[in-house]
């Protein structure tokens, strides 16, 4: 079956980086596009960023564009989520997400800024 596993989120104070990670399995992992959303408390869940493997395109949230890079595709089947300059106001739960099928989510990823 498909399975979706994130890791990597942790508490990090304001400026600093990190680094997500997402593991799929259960289909053929270059053939569908991934993508990272995320949902802080209160609010409901956003997209952040997605990348498409054949096409090689990437699209970003305006809010982390410049600061948030999507990459991957490896023979692991991982897909990263590098968060540079980061601030408060990322501080959510971070989901992926296949676009294989119906799409798959992930259970989340706590990433904490303190300021």
């Known amino acids: 079956q498909v399975r979706v596993v994130e890791s990597g989120g942790r508490l990090v104070q304001a400026g600093g980086s990190l680094r997500l990670s997402c593991t799929a399995s259960?289909?053929?992992?270059?053939?569908?596009?991934m993508g990272w959303f995320r949902q802080a408390p209160g609010k409901e869940r956003e997209f952040v960023a997605n990348?498409?493997?054949?096409?090689?395109?990437?699209y970003y949230a305006d809010s982390v564009r410049g600061r948030f890079t999507i990459s991957g595709g490896d023979a692991k089947n991982t897909v990263y989520l590098q968060m540079n300059s980061l601030k408060p106001e990322d501080t959510a739960v971070y989901y992926c997400?296949?676009?294989?099928?119906?799409?798959?989510w992930g259970q989340g990823t706590q990433v904490t800024v303190s300021s």
């Open positions: 997400k296949s676009y294989y099928g119906s799409g798959y």
């Open positions: 259960g289909y053929t992992f270059s053939n569908y596009a």
């Open positions: 990348i498409n493997w054949s096409a090689a395109t990437r």
